[in-house]
């Protein structure tokens, strides 16, 4: 089993940043990716970026050039750094861990909320 606990979510004003953490944690070896994903209310969950254990990133389009997703194997810690955010970022943001890099989902954290005002 893998556990992933994410943090660092709160609320920021337009424009502003934040960092959440996704540590990891149990066999870890087992997964080949970590991606991070968030879901609003009334909207289908949108996956935001990933990362392979080799540090090969993706990211969604919406997040492109202000989200950044880093990892610290040393920590076993996978991070998502999030400047320049606007009201539609609000959501509740998601870690996940995967064995294939396709889906990349098949442990999941418990959450973590980001809400931007504007």
């Known amino acids: 089993q893998v556990q992933l606990v994410e943090s660092g979510g709160g609320s920021v004003q337009a424009g502003g940043s934040l960092r959440l953490s996704c540590a990891t944690s149990?066999?870890?070896?087992?997964?080949?990716?970590v991606g991070w994903f968030r879901q609003a209310p009334g909207k289908e969950r949108e996956r935001v970026a990933r990362?392979?254990?080799?540090?090969?990133?993706v990211y969604a389009d919406s997040v492109k050039g202000r989200f950044t997703i880093s990892q610290d194997n040393a920590k076993n810690t996978v991070y998502l750094q999030m400047n320049t955010l606007k009201p539609e970022d609000t959501a509740m943001y998601y870690c996940a861990a995967g064995i294939f890099w396709g889906m990349c989902s098949d442990y999941w954290g418990q959450g973590t909320q980001v809400t931007v005002s504007s």
């Open positions: 149990g066999y870890t070896r087992s997964t080949n990716c």
């Open positions: 990362i392979s254990s080799q540090g090969f990133t």
